[in-house]
């Protein structure tokens, strides 16, 4: 078990912190970023906003116009850390996905063997029925290189889109987000999907007897370490969170699973809180531009705003506007071109970028000059105009991590558990230097005074997870 206790003095995040900097700083990057910048005001707003929405996605008479779904997962054991066997995990959730063989120990141990594979670019918009045939070639020879062909191998499908669990092993697709949409699966059971795929090869032996979000997969993964944990959240391609919920307040669980149970985990589906202009006030131009540009328009927009999959969008169309105005790049009289080799494409400043430029050293900035050359073939940017970019990824950033922790707040003022541990995964969470602390900083402001929190690293990702709900439900059968 290891506790990610990053909590760094609020100096080192809050606005005391960012003094000495911004003076060194043009009052135009200031004046630019000032739209990133929450005030405590609007803070305290977007969490009572959030707060208000969780209520509607629980109820069943406000459940359709709620943003946030609130769907149960019917997962309503957390792991013992007890459990043993080898289970399957197959983790979907981006453009690559994974394949894990878990053998669990007990005594909260367990060995975790993975293979990677890629979704092509054409799979990922192309047939349904390709993409999950796809994933059923990569499971059979992922066994087949295990040399267990000829075992039944339970598995547990993480498969993280929104979708509306209809029990453990039934999942429809709501829709497609994170640059999928394979026509032929929205509105479908996708664990029927790939059960089918998987009959159609009749070479393995595999059954899906799960399946869940990888909030869920985290939070489970990082129970079976700390039994304090009740919320589950990824910072990566997406930004989701579910956490444990009293069972009464579960409008949408059938009371066949009330009887005997106290809880189950909620999937909150929160990327698409504000889709009914909740976010309004704190969205900026550049929001609009990302939203307007995406595949998915007026839909996930907490997600758009916090998910490794478009902060570095954001920072990519304030470079633009910083260019143009010349705030960036003053003494250059190459900036006309810089600007337009930035608007070629939509993802040529990568996410990683962000963090990278965060973590650099100042005055030498090795690496957002290195970031400076491959974008804009710039040699020996200045100090001035490094410390502009790492302001502007700054902005950007802290803003994601303070709309996760209000919407974490959130959820952690509604569990009853006096101590609380959150387990965090993804990209974004994982790499930034900071993004733990930011949303610290916030969480202590929202948390209520009476309540103990920590925050806790998922290791190993929603596989492991995957397959301790897959041992669970083998268990409870």
Known sequence: MRLVVTLRSRQAVGPRAQISRIKMLDVEVRELMQAFVLSDYQVQEVYSRFCAEIAKGLKRSTHVQANTKCFPTYVQDLPTGDEMGKYLALDLGGTNFRVLLV??????DATVESQIYAVPKDLMVGPGVELFDHIAECLARFVEKHDMRNSHLPLGFTFSFPCEQIGLKEAILVRWTKG?????????NVGRLLHEAIQRRGDVEIAVVAILNDTTGTLMSCAHRNADCRVGVIVGTGCNACYVEDVANVDLLHPDFKRTQRQVLVNAEWGAFGESGQLDFVRTEYDREVDDTSINKSEQLFEKMTSG????????????????RKVLFKLSNRREHFATAMQKNEDVFETRYISEIESDSFPEFPKTR???TKLFGLEKAS???CQKIRYICECVSKRAATLVAIGVSGLINRISNRRIVVGM?????????KFDAYMRYTMHKLVKSDKEFDIMLSEDGSGRGAALVAAVASKTK
């Open 103 to 108: 053998s669990l120990k007990g005594h909260h």
């Open 180 to 188: 999928f949409g394979c026509p032929g699966v929205e509105g479908e």
């Open 309 to 324: 999959m478009y902060l570095g969008r954001l920072v990519r169309l304030v470079l633009i506007r910083a260019i143009q």
């Open 370 to 372: 290195s970031i400076i």
């Open 383 to 385: 100090v001035e105009d």
């Open 425 to 433: 995964d993804g990209s974004v969470y994982r790499y930034h230097p």
